[in-house]
């Protein structure tokens, strides 16, 4: 009989063991490595039964055992030390706290965290970069509350059928089996934030409250009984569900996080956000229900607190793809944001405004998350250089008239959390042979001086320990598929630990092409078998429930994988997790990387792997496009250039076999008289010392306090100062220029000066230009300059701001101003007219540009 309902059964600690709960309770544990061995020794076995979850162990842990530790003086006394060590970690000042002039709070919102396997809240990439984020926040001392929903029943568990089809399992959780408390007020009651939906229904949430080192973080629950049945489904499963479903999901993590939010601070007494980061699309909503407060609240009208809210807010955009960006049906906002339950202050037409593709090949009948994400920040940025470059190109249309290089979206590269991901082994070596690497995160360069056989008995551990557990991975898989004890002896000899081991694991969108490496079968089984360099590939991944092509992926490996000359070789471990990303990426030689360029935002597997001495094997896309060097591991050469797929697929895959068979498994069996692979070696320290500075998240999160939250915060004083005069002031002023723009105009252009000018000298420019009605001080003519290709563009061409504006007929005012000509060669320039104002984050953020009506000739002394 199955019970009709599960929870959680605490067990009653001892007073001398009750700050084993404080340590479980913060999820520091999930990253420092004594804390772990504490727990590890309340019960060594129980703990490896209950897979290192330490909420878990106490819930199971017997009274007997409770009772011998509350005596036992040595566990006390470091269980004394760990709560005392915690504690001096969450009060001391840390790197943030010298910082002049930084936001008192940053309100951190995604729609998934990766924090540990033991708080299931993640699906991939997305969720355990919030989730690093969030560690390396609390790390640095940055003021952090971070924002998310809680999935009763996570993502899914992953498990092959006897084909080898993917099958999910949607285990449910107890909140109560989790490391979480119940946000309650001063009178101990649960606090529940409330949305309003159509037919005068309300949408309830509890707020349950994790604490990851001394960032709070919120996770908004609706399984509470206030609601129907619905509505307690909205947070049953992560990406679950239909289109009002996954609207519900969005408008609760958005509305109910800030309304989540308000009512922590009031509770806690935690400063209010003075910023909001918005970690995707998901959560852009937010931004309505600030600007809802602000007119409420503070008496703005919509567009004077639509400045307000933006100035402070922080967009990220994680897909380089159009398909991976949330769309609804206008329909179906006007439904949730319109009629009855239309807010007076937030009216829908504005929202739809605000998601609209109202631009060249924009797709007019839908609602787009990102561009209402990116409307509502004045800061926008994608995580990698490329991804940079890829999102101006995808959202340039937002801002038409500007050339793509121009577009207000800028870029800061992941970063991986180092106490999360890189093996305890190696930190203990580097604490030994270069603590300041450790301490400090200075002194890479010492990296060179760890002795080699030093380093290659790490790499031999790590890859050893790989081979347990993927052999322990891959019984249980087999024995779930049907096989018997008798049929899995094979099992024993799966792997071998002194074999070159690639690792490849990632979810299964099909543009990451998990199948790559079996495009020509019989090379791939040549490589695997190689009598004297043979190599070994452990896979894991998920395909989207719904993707039906993801899942003929992976069967389609897993059949390969399955063949009896084979299988001792390649192996698919189902159910990849955080605890399987991190065996992976500790024990792989090698972290392979197929994607079809450039449509892999970043990627951070292969940061971690390079962190724990493993080399990079990689298509140049993310952030392996910007930091690979020649010397840190090896590129797949890419024919993106093809418009033929199966051609691309023919050509990067037969680069991808001559790469391992005549380059990277030549090298790593290449060994000296003491047995060690010097080429290699050579090879792994130069990985960490070039990208070890780059990879770390605590460089990421500095990259985002110091040139994203601190100006976003500046920009939110400047416009809440003396009663938001700086947000009235701004739209009142964008209101003018919107309205008077379409008489803006250039009207003429003129240089004089030499026919064939020389490299050094200067050419003089006048132009004439119609403002429009529009004061000088309003708007910048400038004139843009440098080399041009073959068609007259300009190529990254400098800016220089005209001076003048005097008056000469009808209006008309003349602009005056000398061009630098530093180069030879090609030479053009054209001019422009912009909006200016000191509150605006640059040049283009309002789309408006008046251009010249045609190309100017070079006769009459006109220079092209």
């Known amino acids: 009989m199955k019970a009709i309902r599960r929870f959680t059964v605490r067990s009653v600690l001892p007073a001398p063991l009750r700050q084993l709960e404080q340590l479980v309770l913060n999820l520091r544990w999930s990253w420092h490595h004594e804390t772990l061995d504490l727990f590890r020794a309340v019960d060594p076995d129980l703990w490896e039964t209950v897979g290192h979850d330490p909420v878990r162990l106490l819930g199971e842990v017997s009274p007997e055992r409770l009772s011998l530790l509350a005596v036992d003086r040595r566990f006390l006394r470091r269980l004394q030390d760990a709560a005392e060590e915690l504690n001096e970690y969450l009060t001391a000042p840390h790197w943030y706290q010298d910082l002049d002039d930084a936001p008192e709070a940053i309100a951190y919102f995604s729609p998934e965290y990766g924090i540990t396997a033991a708080l299931p809240q993640y699906s991939g990439g997305l969720g355990i970069l919030a989730g690093d984020h969030l560690k390396t926040a609390s790390d640095l001392g940055v003021p952090l509350i971070g924002v998310g929903l809680l999935y009763r029943h996570g993502y899914f568990s992953q498990s092959l059928s006897p084909d080898g089809w993917q099958l999910e399992r949607y285990p449910t959780f107890d909140p109560n089996g989790l490391p979480l408390t119940l946000l309650r007020d001063a009178a101990g009651v649960p606090v529940r934030v409330t949305i309003g939906l159509p037919q005068g229904r309300d949408l309830h949430a509890q707020v349950w409250l994790a604490q990851v080192g001394r960032v709070p973080q919120l996770l908004l629950d609706s399984d509470v009984e206030d609601n129907d049945q619905a509505a307690r489904d909205v947070t049953d499963r992560l990406y679950g569900g239909g289109g009002d479903h996954r609207l519900l999901q969005e408008m609760l993590l958005g509305i109910g996080g800030v309304r989540a939010i308000r009512a922590y601070c009031r509770i806690s007494g935690h400063p209010a956000p003075e910023v909001f980061h918005t970690n995707e699309g998901h959560a852009g909503f937010l931004g309505l229900e600030r600007i809802r407060e602000l007119v409420s609240e503070s008496g703005l009208t919509f567009d004077e607190a639509l400045e307000a809210a933006r100035a402070g807010t922080v967009f990220t955009t994680h897909t380089p793809v159009p398909a991976g960006i949330d769309r609804f049906p206008r329909e179906l906002i006007h439904k949730y944001f319109g009629g009855v339950n239309e807010e007076p202050d937030v009216p829908v037409d504005r929202v739809l405004a605000l998601g609209a593709e109202d631009y060249a090949d924009g797709d007019r009948t ?304 290449d060994r000296d008289p003491a047995g060690l692979p010097r080429r290699w070696l050579e090879m792994v320290k130069h990985t960490i010392v070039t990208l070890g500075p780059k990879v770390l998240a605590s460089r990421m999160v500095r990259d985002y306090v110091l040139d994203l939250y601190a100006p976003a915060a500046t920009s939110g004083r400047a416009m809440a100062a003396d009663g938001y005069a700086g947000a009235r002031a701004l739209s009142a002023w964008k209101q003018k220029i919107i309205k008077a723009w379409p008489g803006v105009a250039v009207e003429h252009v003129e240089t004089s000066g030499e026919e064939s000018p020389h490299v050094g000298s200067n050419l003089p420019v006048r132009v004439v230009a119609d403002l429009g009605g529009l004061d000088q001080g309003d708007v910048a003519v400038e004139i843009a300059y440098g080399r041009v290709d073959d068609s007259d563009a300009l190529i990254d061409p400098a800016y220089l701001e005209l001076t003048g504006g005097e008056p000469v007929e009808n209006g008309l005012l003349r602009y005056v101003g000398e061009v630098p000509l530093a180069r030879s060669g090609a030479f053009g320039y054209s001019v422009r007219v912009v909006p200016s104002h000191p509150m605006l984050s640059g040049r283009a953020e309002m789309g408006l540009v008046a251009l010249p009506p045609a190309p100017h000739g070079m006769t009459n002394g006109d220079l092209r």
């Open 366 to 669: 839908v609602f787009n998350m990102a561009v209402m994400g990116m409307r509502l920040a004045q800061r926008v940025n994608g995580v990698s250089r490329l991804h940079g470059e890829v999102s101006r190109e995808m959202f340039g249309g937002l801002w038409g008239g500007f050339d793509t290089a121009e577009v207000p979206v800028g870029s800061i590269t992941n970063g991986v959390h180092a106490g999360t991901w890189v093996a305890r082994e190696v930190l203990d070596l580097a604490a030994r042979e270069v603590p300041d690497v450790v301490e400090s995160s200075r002194g890479w360069e010492r990296v060179r001086n760890v002795p080699e056989n030093e380093m290659w008995r790490v790499r031999r551990t790590l890859r050893e320990r790989l081979v347990r557990d993927a052999r322990r991975r891959l019984r249980e898989s087999w024995r779930q598929r049907g096989a018997s004890g008798a049929e899995l002896s094979w099992v024993a000899e799966a792997l071998d630990p002194d074999v070159l081991t690639i690792g490849f694991a990632r979810r299964v969108p099909s543009y990451k092409r998990l199948t790559l490496m079996m495009r020509d079968p019989e090379r791939l089984r040549a490589l695997l078998l190689h009598p004297e360099r043979p190599v070994q590939i452990v896979i894991a991944g998920k395909a989207h429930p719904a993707d039906e092509g993801g899942k003929r992926l992976i069967q389609d490996i897993v059949r390969f994988a399955d063949q009896e000359d084979v299988r001792h070789r390649i192996v698919f471990l189902p159910d990849y997790d955080m605890d399987l990303g991190r065996s992976l990426t500790q024990g792989c030689d090698v972290w392979m990387n197929n994607p079809l360029r450039p449509l892999e935002a970043c990627g951070t597997s292969g940061m971690k792997a390079a962190l724990n001495g493993g080399l990079n094997l990689s298509i140049r896309d993310g952030w392996w496009d910007e930091w690979f060097d020649g010397q840190n591991g090896w590129a797949i050469p890419s024919a993106d250039g093809l418009a033929a797929p199966d051609r691309r697929d023919e050509i990067e895959a037969g680069a991808l076999y001559e790469l391992i068979e005549d380059h990277v498994s030549v090298m790593f069996y």
